[in-house]
């Protein structure tokens, strides 16, 4: 079966530095997809990675392993407004998008 | 920019009522979906349609429906509507067909059947 998996939830300190994992099992790969959901909120793209190594956008870094399965979002210098659900997902042979149950990330102050 | 619009943000339905979900896109996009969040689960997909007239079942299309009349507009159709119903639902928009390209998402419905 195919299956996404990240932690529930994070907790992280405002102005600190947070990695977010996601391992994947899929029938096929054809990339990998961040969206960030804030609550009550539609997802909105952050990254998308298809080749091995780091993107760097900004603030947020996602970096990919095809050969482990796995993924990384990094946060860096977090603000209060980076509490949000980060959401994981990958693009199958199918391109059909499998999504993990995203990861709930809490800022404090 | 790409705007997706859905037509309730909340909705409060009764169990047996036939509920109707409509979602917008603006951009000309082929590809449209529809999903169901639940707390601690992924996004589900419950049907898409690659083009006008065309429509594919997803992982969970039971006790759903959908229409695609126009490019623009995708509709999801619950017939009968129950309590496991319950839920958000999402639609989103592509604009490739194979390709790799972001989907884009509707704010949302939150669906409440009592």
């Known amino acids: 079966g195919q299956n996404i998996d990240q932690p529930t939830e994070m907790t992280a300190t405002e102005g600190a530095i947070v990695q977010i994992n996601c391992t994947y099992q899929?029938?096929?790969?054809?990339?990998l997809f961040w969206y960030q959901q804030h609550a009550g909120e539609a997802p909105t793209f952050l990254s998308y990675?298809?080749l091995d190594g780091l993107e760097e956008k900004g603030r947020f870094s996602s970096f990919l392993s095809r050969s482990k399965g796995y993924s990384y979002l990094l946060l860096k210098e977090l603000q209060m407004k980076d509490s949000a659900s980060y959401l994981c997902?990958?693009?199958?042979?199918?391109?059909?998008?499998?999504w993990g149950a995203g990861t709930k990330l809490i800022i404090k102050p | 920019d790409v705007k997706v619009t859905q037509s309730s943000r909340y909705l409060v339905k009764r169990t047996g009522e036939k509920v109707f979900l409509e979602c917008v896109q603006d951009?000309?996009?082929?590809?449209m979906f529809w999903y169901r969040q639940d707390p601690g689960l992924g996004l589900r997909l419950i049907y898409f349609?690659?083009?006008?007239?065309?429509?594919e079942k997803g992982d969970i299309p039971e006790g759903y429906s959908v229409s695609r009349e126009k490019k623009e507009r995708f509709s999801l159709i619950l017939e009968s509507a129950s309590t496991n119903q319950t839920s958000m639902y999402l639609c989103?928009?592509?604009?490739?067909?194979?390709?790799?390209?972001?989907?884009?998402f509707g704010p949302g419905t939150r669906l409440t059947v009592l």
């Open positions: 989103a928009s592509r604009l490739a067909g194979e390709g790799t390209d972001t989907q884009y």
């Open positions: 951009m000309d996009h082929e590809n």
């Open positions: 349609s690659y083009d006008v007239k065309m429509k």
């Open positions: 899929t029938s096929g790969f054809n990339g």
């Open positions: 990675n298809v």
């Open positions: 997902a990958v693009m199958d042979s199918n391109y059909q998008l499998i």
